[in-house]
């Protein structure tokens, strides 16, 4: 059996994703890397970062496996099979690279032992930067490859709903989700 739409977990969850996810991104590549690890700020802006990070991986993961135990709408079919392929590629690229944005957070995190600068431990500082840690290279080449990755997923979307006119936007809104 086929469903019309997701479900309303999943759709809840994918705009909630969508808007957290752009919002991080902002904020972390304007606001958050410019403020020196030395600077009383950057602890708070740090810990608003960290919420917000463990919040969007979270809720992505509760993503896949609602949409793992769900019954989902049919994959999208046009007269292009590689173009098809490379949507569905797209949707677990998106998975994998915010799960490893996370991962990858909490490895500076653990690393620069942030954890001990937020609970006050007598001692702990930041280190100068955190730019010499792996975990925060791949945090950096993370965001961009979500950033480009985000903008297919969008660009695809636009395509389908507009130059193709298959309404696929009805997929992923609330609603009757079976035929009668
Ligand atoms: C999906 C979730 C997340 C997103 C979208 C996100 C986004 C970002 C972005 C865009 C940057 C700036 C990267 C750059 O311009 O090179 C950044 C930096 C950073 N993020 Fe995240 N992040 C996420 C999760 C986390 C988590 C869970 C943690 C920690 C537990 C974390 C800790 C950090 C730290 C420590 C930095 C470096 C700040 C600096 O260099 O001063 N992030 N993040």
Do not use: C
């Not at 972390?28 to 030395?38: A, E, F, K, Q, Y």
């Amino acid at each position: 059996m086929n469903a019309l739409r997701y479900s309303n977990i999943s759709v809840i969850l994918h705009w909630l994703v969508a808007i957290m996810l752009v919002f991080a991104m902002v904020m972390g590549t304007t606001s958050l890397v410019n403020i020196p690890n030395d600077d009383p700020e950057k602890i708070n802006a740090l810990k608003g970062h960290m919420i917000f990070g463990f919040l969007i991986t979270t809720f992505m993961i509760v993503r896949l496996i609602a949409k793992m135990k769900s019954i989902n709408p049919p994959p999208m079919v046009t007269d292009n099979a590689l173009r098809d392929k490379i949507g569905a590629s797209v949707h677990s690229a998106l998975y994998i690279l915010v799960i490893l944005m996370g991962l990858s957070g909490l490895g500076i995190a653990l690393l620069a032992g942030v954890p001990d600068v937020i609970l006050g431990v007598e001692g702990a500082s930041l280190p100068e930067t955190f730019n010499e840690l792996l975990p925060r290279l791949a945090h950096g080449v993370v965001a961009k490859l979500i950033m480009a990755t985000v903008v297919l997923h969008v660009v695809a979307a636009l395509y389908h709903q507009l130059i193709l006119k298959d309404n696929i936007i009805t997929r992923m809104a609330l609603g009757k989700r079976f035929k009668d």
